[in-house]
């Protein structure tokens, strides 16, 4: 579904806006990432006027990402109250920025670099590329301890494991140390056993990724540092298996991650899709009436159901069905693909 | 305040917040973006007299906010949005009530960095911020040792600026260093990122000294757009020793755009590996001492301050000001000359804005780019600039500099003279938006 440019001066394979992209899973923590463009064909028009139906969402606290069009509060303010105001003012702009810069480290002379660029929890070898020595292979791994945010070399499994085949990891499941064979991890890792299922990780590049295995999908999140293919799937089946959910990618394609969550009821408060229910995504407060947090869990629903704006009302008084994908952009398959929200 | 009384008021806390970051976190969606990054210059004091200061930083500004109206301010920050604010001066430090700040900073939830030039900065100084809370501290060293002292216009200064690292690093900080590139250090940086190194650096920004301030006084330290191709050989160089050092390389927004080493110098900056624009009013927020609120840290002035705090909320600037709303609202029809059709126009619009207004009276066209230079000699031009007037002394203010065209060749050079010249335009207090015009004595 990606339109391809290949940048004259990067040397890049380059991917074109992808209009029905929409969210990002993030493994583990909420910082998802994807694929951006470097050419012109990247950038929306100015006008930052939004597809039809088509959604501004997060995929959680820290992480945003985006349909083409978001939805935008037109001519609306968060004004103080205070009753002051600047000389030169009008109302605030509406619209929406096109360039998808999230995730992105603000800049500036004076502010130099930002406070963690020392702490060593960067890529230090590419995924796609495998650029490690012989004997060793590019892992994401938790720099700090926490969920995947970095990439290093590891020492390759004497007898390696190959993808579906079961493995074991050392130093627990994102250590980036395990029994998986180069361009392989090991998935879904015990937490008592150290014991999981090696799976791909993603080929190709980083604006190009691909997935050898009909029926897996490439997600990118944690930083570049995660790059796996998982099972593809259909947000309103809902055909992963049990304590999966079915989750938007970086590439805008659904596929099964593990539920991190089991309390995420409609309208209950979320950090990344996967923390709500199945069946469900999270999504920002705007998009209810009732959220009283960031982002908040909503309910997939079929656009072509013709008692889905009810469904959806009887969830959020203020909700409708609204179309996942931008008019005319989505997979096919995925026509109908839908989420209660603000209209 | 004397830095002993402003440590007793430092009270003793366990534990502080962990510290938001200046990542983006939000994609702007409906009225003004969130600004993740604020940097905040407490005071224009300074105990250097740099020839390249962008705010011809000295004596303090008049009117400089008090303890209590910094406290507040750091409140009115945390409430927008912002992540990390970055002090600054002058030389922030020279403010004990500094430590003050930090703390507030960093109780209200938001990392506290500081951009430094280190001259005074003791041990007792590192001692204070660290306790204070400091995230980060970047040093700013331009270039060895003889070229740094007079870009600093102060003898010892080199030598002081790296006592200040050791300082730091004693005590505790994470210390990061920033250089200017330009005439006097461009040979210097292999040297200096070896020092750098040694005394423990593990992060570089690299930036090329913008025509602002006391710099835009001094075109024989500029870099000439035509030196882009051989800077950029040199920064490869630099990139390959930085992966052996296990040194990160930070290019600041004035160091691209967009040719071969785009994505090898953005990677750990830009998601896609490479520039997307300026940032200033969209996702950065810039303060001077006396309260004014401005998009872009390194721009002043009426096209650029959007008020003062002691008049407005920081919100209500930030959302309201149209002086702030420049980058959010402009298109390509803001580009003009070169850049008007470049193959990135959508995405980089000129690039830095702190760098383009200044040089050629307003943004939209900016000579100081890899992928420009590097296509300009493949037709066998290159570009030049020369000075046309000198600022009028005031921090943040710039002259004009008119753009030439001419041949790569000496000879053709010599032969022919120039084949265009760009005079500089309008500002944008004249002509707010679009491409400007060429500049009259009435402009």
């Known amino acids: 579904m990606r339109e391809e440019v290949t940048c004259p001066f990067c040397d890049a394979a380059l991917a074109t806006a992808n209009p029905w992209r929409a969210y990002t899973v993030v493994i583990g923590i909420s910082v998802g990432l994807m694929a951006t463009a470097c050419g012109p064909a990247a950038v929306d028009n100015d006008s930052g006027t939004s597809g039809s139906g088509s959604l501004s969402t997060t995929g959680g606290p820290s992480a945003s990402t985006q349909a083409s069009g978001s939805v935008t509060g037109a001519g609306s303010t968060n004004s103080t109250g205070s009753g002051d105001t600047v000389a030169t003012t009008e109302q605030a702009d509406s619209g929406t920025d096109a360039i998808d810069d999230s995730d992105d480290q603000g800049c500036s002379f004076y502010a130099g670099c930002s406070p963690d660029m020392g702490s060593g929890t960067t890529l230090e070898c590419d995924i796609f590329e495998q650029d490690c020595p012989d004997g060793e292979k590019c892992m994401a791994w938790a720099a700090d301890g926490g969920t995947w945010n970095a990439t290093r070399c590891s020492p390759l499994d004497a007898d390696p494991d190959q993808p579906g085949e079961a493995c074991s990891t050392e130093g627990g499941g994102m250590s980036g140390v395990d029994s998986c064979d180069v361009g392989a991890m090991c998935w879904g890792v015990n937490a008592q056993s150290n014991v999981g299922e090696c799976i791909a990780m993603c080929q190709g590049s980083l604006l190009d990724a691909t997935c050898p295995e009909i029926g897996t999908v490439c997600s990118i999140s944690n930083l570049d540092a995660l790059a796996v293919c998982v099972p593809g799937c259909h947000p309103l089946m809902q055909d992963c298996a049990q304590n999966e959910g079915c989750i938007p990618t970086s590439s805008g394609e659904f596929a099964c991650f593990p539920q991190l969550g089991t309390d995420g009821a409609h309208g209950e408060a979320c950090s990344g899709p996967d ?24 309910t997939y629903c079929d656009t072509a159901n013709t008692d889905a704006d009810a469904e959806c009302q009887a969830l959020d008084a203020g909700q409708a069905c609204v179309a996942w994908y931008v008019e005319g952009r989505a997979p096919s398959g995925y026509d109908n693909v839908g989420v209660c929200a603000t209209p | 305040m004397k830095l002993k009384e402003a440590r007793r008021r430092l009270q003793v806390v366990d534990q502080l917040p962990t510290p938001d970051t200046r ?10 973006p969130t600004p993740r990054l604020a940097v905040w210059e407490i005071t224009l004091a300074c105990d250097q007299k740099c020839i390249h200061c962008g705010s011809r930083a000295g004596e303090a500004r008049p009117g400089e906010l008090s303890t209590e109206e910094c406290l507040d301010l750091v409140r009115q920050m945390r409430e927008i949005g912002v992540g990390e604010v970055v002090l600054v001066g002058g030389e922030a430090y020279l403010r004990n009530d500094s430590i003050l700040i930090i703390r507030a900073i960093r109780e209200a939830g ?16 590192a001692d204070a911020m660290v306790q204070a809370g400091i995230s980060a501290v970047n040093v700013s060293i331009d270039g060895m040792q003889q070229a740094h002292d007079k870009l600093r216009g102060v003898q010892g200064s080199w030598h002081a600026a790296f006592a200040a690292i050791g300082h730091l690093r004693a005590a505790g900080a994470q210390v990061h260093c920033n250089t200017q590139i330009n005439r006097l250090t461009r040979q210097d940086l292999r040297p200096l990122q070896r020092e750098l190194s040694q005394a423990g650096i593990t992060a570089w920004q690299l930036q090329i000294t913008a025509p602002f301030g006391n710099a835009g006084d001094h075109p024989e330290i500029l870099l000439q757009p035509y030196m ?28 691209g755009y967009f040719g071969p080493l785009e994505s090898r110098l953005r990677r750990l900056q830009k998601r896609g590996a490479h520039y997307k624009g300026c940032g200033a009013g969209r996702y950065t927020l810039g303060i001077e001492a006396n309260g004014a609120i401005k998009g872009c840290p390194s721009l002043g002035g009426a096209a650029n301050i959007g008020g003062y705090i002691r008049e407005h909320s920081l919100r209500q600037i930030w959302e309201h000001a149209q002086e702030l709303k420049y980058t959010r609202k402009r298109t390509k029809k803001e580009l003009w000359g070169y850049c008007a059709d470049c ?16 040089l050629l009276g307003r943004p939209g066209n900016n000579p100081w780019c890899h992928h420009r230079a590097q296509e300009l000699a493949r037709k066998g031009l290159r570009e030049g600039i020369e000075l046309v007037s000198k600022g009028p002394g005031l921090p943040f203010d710039h002259g004009l500099y008119r753009l030439i065209t001419e041949s790569l060749d000496p000879a053709q050079r010599e032969a022919n003279g120039p084949i265009s010249i760009e005079e500089p335009r309008t500002t944008r207090v004249v002509d707010p938006m679009g491409p400007g015009r060429p500049a009259t004595a009435l402009d």
């Not at chain 1, 923390?275 to 909503?298: I, K």
């Not at chain 2, 990542?23 to 003004?32: I, M, N, P, Y």
């Not at chain 2, 800077?231 to 600041?252: I, S, T, Y």
Request: proline residues 4%; contains cysteine; hydrophobic residues 30%.
């Open chain 2, 23 to 32: 990542q983006l976190s939000k994609r702007w969606s409906g009225t003004a």
């Open chain 2, 110 to 125: 938001m990392s506290a960095t500081m951009t430094t030039g280190g001259r005074t900065l003791t041990r007792a100084r």
């Open chain 2, 228 to 255: 882009y191709p051989e800077l950029f050989d040199e920064l490869d160089k630099l990139a390959d020793e930085a992966d052996l050092l296990g040194m990160k390389l930070w290019p600041a927004n004035n160091l």
């Open chain 1, 275 to 298: 923390t709500c229910d199945p069946g469900l995504t999270c999504v920002d407060a705007e998009l209810h009436t009732s959220c009283q947090s960031d982002q908040c869990c909503s």
């Open chain 2, 343 to 358: 193959y990135y126009a959508d995405i980089c619009r000129g690039g830095c804005t702190a760098t383009a207004e200044p």
